[in-house]
């Protein structure tokens, strides 16, 4: 069974940082792409980024280029993003999610940006 | 970038109802390799979002046959044959032909009447 489990939301100030993990099981972490995907509360759903398997392809929303990074380690079967710089407006769940076709997706983490 | 069109918004339908979902793309999403990369989800209150339909018409599995996916080029459906209590939630299409970015349509709201 697949499973995604995102942790490292919480409460930050706005211009803070925070980094998100997602731990991945029940498929081959190594040959899969993964993306981040968020929902503002009450709203639907955004992409901001993907990475290719092996890391070397990396792509971003225009709303977090320059301020998120996407990474991932196989070795470790985890996925992470770093976002720094946050705005109000960066407050959402954020979501791990399998492959470009969204297969799966995980429980979420909350990161609310307010001072 | 692509924009994904639902209708309606909002959907009351009565259980034991069909109830049906549009989704429009901004242009086509047939791929250079034949395939249309045009998906649905299913979020339930509280809930992560859930994959029904995958490549318009495939049903994920563990998906009920009551949901089908049809359309092509930039005009898509999602349809329940037979509402049940367990459908309420918000439906969304994806699609993943024209990417970055992936887009989504902005959720139709599905409510028992």
């Known amino acids: 069974e697949v499973q995604l489990v995102e942790s490292g939301g919480g409460l930050v100030q706005p211009g803070g940082s925070l980094r998100l993990s997602c731990a991945a099981s029940?498929?081959?972490?190594?040959?899969?792409?993964m993306n981040w995907v968020r929902q503002a509360p009450g709203k639907g759903l955004e992409w901001i980024s993907n990475i290719s398997p092996s890391g070397s392809s990396i792509y971003y929303a225009d709303s977090v280029k320059g301020r998120f990074t996407i990474s991932r380690d196989n070795a470790r079967n985890s996925l992470y993003l770093q976002m720094n710089s946050l705005r109000d407006e960066d407050t959402a769940v954020y979501y791990c999610?399998?492959?470009?076709?969204?297969?799966?997706w995980g429980q979420g983490t909350l990161v609310t940006v307010s001072s | 970038d692509v924009v994904m069109t639902q209708s309606p918004l909002s959907l009351p339908v009565t259980l034991g109802q069909p109830a049906s979902i549009s989704c429009r793309s901004s242009?086509?999403?047939?791929?250079?390799?034949?395939?249309?990369?045009l998906h649905w989800f299913q979020q339930r209150p509280g809930q992560s979002p859930r994959r029904l339909i995958y490549k318009v018409s495939n049903r994920d599995s563990g998906v009920p046959d009551r949901f089908s996916g049809s359309g092509s080029g930039t005009d898509f459906t999602l349809k329940i044959s037979r509402v049940e209590a367990e459908d309420v939630g918000v439906y969304y299409c994806m699609q993943g032909t024209h990417w970055p970015p992936i887009t989504f349509g902005q959720g139709t709201r599905l409510e028992i009447k």
């Open positions: 029940g498929f081959t972490f190594s040959t899969s792409d």
């Open positions: 999610v399998r492959s470009n076709w969204c297969a799966n």
């Open positions: 242009q086509s999403l047939v791929f250079s390799d034949g395939y249309t990369y």
